[in-house]
């Protein structure tokens, strides 16, 4: 039967001629040289070019890696051999090594030793750590040297090939052959050792358009491979396939099976002769070397074949060979990933080349699947029980029956190793499945069938690669390219169809017998079951497990490892490399049953799992019961500080939250914690998370939401010693320290926005600030600190500043703190305008009663100044307009501010009133005749208070022709745009029309 081997292209790259090819046996790496003089070095995972080496303008016609010196060594037809470093690109060195052009080089495994064979028919020793001296040289062909190659087996010894048309045997440490092996027609260009098992085989091509099989212990030609048209330049033993590689000048890469010796496959890429041959030693990778590129084939699966019974038992099949280890005595104090170190037992060896091996339920029995054959042996004693042709094997859940795949039209059914029945389906059988139910793969679909009565028990339209039952029979998960499906089985329903009892579709089976559950987007290389849990490894080499529709990963793995098995009394998961090395990884048993229970809603069976899971694995169960919402057994079971931190937060469990900020002191912490409090309205402990966490912000939020006055001034203190000079700045303007606020803008070198805070908010202290802002100025720029205007120099660019610092002295006076809910009492004071009020009569109505502002202390008396330029009065057109009539209510006007704004324009006769002995300022009147003693200022509460303390006034001056009531009251018709009676205005306010006073009241 012919050999299963699926073959495909993984790379391909165009270049010029490759002349001699090799794969890095640890980085994804192919080393080509070539004939115009270039080594290159490809990725055959990006396809992309990693390194370029120019040597020289004529062929290199060999070059290898040295890996354990980060080297590649080149010949060339200049003569010379080059070394460099592939990773920095340099030359590390370069010498003369033959007379003619260099042929082959080959490097030694474990000693310092280079190879390499020239057409000057000799070959060369040369040892790297005596500076590349040439320690021994070889001679007694008589033509070109083409090819040498070490024995795998034997370090000491290597083979040769020359176009003498002989193969020589040489060892180390011999000038001279230890024999000659004769028989190509023609001259012998390529030749390798077979790596595996102990038959001591060389395969070599040549000229004559053969490939032999030499024994070389009895020195005899066992096998001739005739099927090449062409001159044989390349030839490999695969290290791990039972199979012979050759390439050859008709443009074909051909496959022989290395122990019937028939040809399995032809390859043809299309890219001209065959020049090279590389094998990969740890996988199923070749790469090749043609006339007009380079490409990397992968043949075959790359899965070991291997076996895991229930107790613990491997069985493994190296080449020919059959190994077992026994892991019941395994402990579980190994580390997660570790090679496990157990000796193996040689069973036997297999007349057939294993592709498969697989224990029966009861682990009595094993079958090996090769070739287009099986065999059925004892698992204990490794004695042969069955045979038979078959493509495929499967075994059945009852004891001694299984069934065989002969081929795409016909499956057979044995029962105790008997023939019981044959399943021939309808359409192309291309893999069949082991399980409850055979399953029978087509191209596009799968079909399962009951093992007894072959009925067709149910078809789903995909075209799984895999097929992985549960322990229980319960689900199943179908594995195909780019996804895998879990879904769940209901045998009673199938029972029931097959008994009759409901409906059978004859071509779809049983409409209830699969659940679809769920599809997870991701390629499962090999898995298996443990309980309600499926454990699979990925294409990208990660070790996971799916409980539900959680996906929980246990493991990135270095390198691709093949699960065996999952074995509940050690709670570990077995896995093996390609290599054969066991490797284990810890999930107790114990997690998966809890994490089952609580995928089935059974919260009572979960309370009690939970004491049985270890200690070291309450975090992923913690993790896991969170993702299921189950937040307070998370709470209660997990140990990692953080995530019970977290968790705490999320429940609103203030006091474990405060426990564990307690312990770790952490401000992120105590700030979460602070949060959640003010959430919660617990202030107090609100305000010492905050403190603690050094949360400034939120503490000003806190005080300034609660009222807290000593807060706030302790947090003033707080932010200037941490340079928060924002939250200091607004904790000193809330408490209304507005000396304080200018210095810290002072501090802070804000000096403008502290003269203009001054002037809005502190006018007492813009002498100060303007005194600093020039001194700052002048340390840049003299002439701009001199354009810096003062009050005291400039009055006209300081309007009601003499007002403004009445109302800061009023307020200085009357501050107090209040609290938010006093707001709307407060509303309508602090929405009026306190200098208005204070020009118009020098009190303020405060829902505290009635103030008057402090008097300014009086000043000696001076020639009066030249008034300054009048700010631009507001426009009240529109209050005017109001009143709906051209007859003016003096009455309401007397009591209005625009009509004494207007009686204190230029040109009134109220403001041509000469100097008088009383001098009034903007805060209050002061006497010059008392002293300088302060007097309050006029209002119409205490109107006569103010005729009393004002000195008596000189008697108005005619310059604008305003000395009778009638010139007055055309005036101020003039200026309030209405008719004006100077008689209804003494009416109003109880006067006489002719009293001096009159004018200076209103």
Known sequence: MPLRLEIKRKFSALSDRVKSIDVHPTEPWVLTSMFNGHVMIWDYNTQQLVKDFELHDLPVRAAKFIVRKQWIVCGSDDLMLRVYNYNTMEKVHAWEAHQDYIRSIEVHPTLPYVLSSSDDMVINLWDWDKNW??????????????????????????????????????????STAY?????????????????????????????????????YQNKTCIAVLEGHTDNVTAVRFHPTLPIILSGSEDNTARVWHSSTYRMEKTLNYRMGRVWALACHKNSNRVALGYDEGSALVKLGSEVPPVSMDYSGKVIFAKHNEIKGVNLKSYGETEEDGERIIVAAKDLGTCEIYPQMLKHDAKGRFVCVCGDGEYIIYTALKWRNRAFGNGQEFVWAPGAGEYAVRENQSRVKIFKNFKERDTLRPDFSAEGIFEGPLLGVRSSSFICFYDWVSLTLVRKIDVCPRDVFWSENGDWIVLACDDAFYIL??????????LDGETELDEDEGVEGAFEMSQRIDERVRTGTWAADCFIFTNSTSRLSYCVGKEIINLAHLDTTLY??????????????????????????????????????????????????????????MAQFLEGQGLKELALGISQDPDHRFDLAIELKRLRVAYDLSKAGDSSDRWG???????????????EECLSRAEDNAGLLM???????????????????SAKQNNIAFVCLFLLQDLTECVDLLLASGRIPEAAFFARTYAPSELPRVLSAWRDDLASLNKKLAEALAFPDEYP?????????????????????????????????????????????????????????????????????AEPAEPAEPEDHEEDLDDLGSDDVDVKALIQDEPLAKALEQPGSPVAEEPARSGQETSVGVVDADAGGEEVAPASDASAESAETAAAPAEEPTDDLGLGSDDDLEEFLEKELGGDVDLGDAADAADVDVDDESFLEDW
């Open 133 to 174: 001296r040439c320690c021994m040289t070889f001679e007694g062909h008589s033509h070109y040297v083409m090819q040498i190659a070490l024995n795998p087996k034997d370090g000491n010894m290597f083979a040769s090939a020359s176009l003498d048309r002989t193969i020589k045997v040489w060892g180390i440490g011999a």
């Open 179 to 215: 024999f000659t092996l004769e028989g190509h027609e023609q001259g012998v260009n390529c030749l390798d050792y077979f790596q595996g098992g102990d038959r001591p085989y060389l395969v070599s091509g040549a000229d004559d358009r053969t490939v032999r099989v030499w024994d």
């Open 488 to 497: 769940s089985y209901d045998a009673a329903s199938v029972k029931a169809a």
């Open 563 to 620: 699960i065996l098995g999952y074995s509940p009394r050690h709670n570990r998961i077995f896995l093996m490399d390609k290599a054969f090395n066991i490797i284990s990884y810890r999930l107790h048993v114990s997690v998966i049953n809890c994490q089952s229970a609580v995928l089935r809603g059974d919260i009572e069976a979960v309370d009690d799992l939970l004491r049985q899971v270890p200690p070291e694995y309450h975090n992923k």
């Open 672 to 686: 979460r914690l602070g949060e959640l409090a003010l959430e919660c309205s617990q202030f107090g402990l609100a």
């Open 702 to 720: 806190l005080y300034t939401s609660t009222g807290n006055v000593p807060g706030v001034r302790r947090l003033a203190q707080l932010a200037m």
């Open 796 to 864: 006209n660019l300081f309007p009601d500043l003499a007002l403004a610092k009445q109302a800061e002295a009023f307020f200085s006076q009357q501050r107090t703190q209040l609290p938010a809910t006093k707001y709307a009492e407060m509303r309508e004071f602090l929405s009026s305008n306190y200098l208005d009020a204070l020009e118009l009569d020098g009190t303020l109505a405060t829902p505290f009663g009635t103030a008057t502002a402090p008097v300014a202390p009086a000043a000696p008396a001076a020639e009066p």
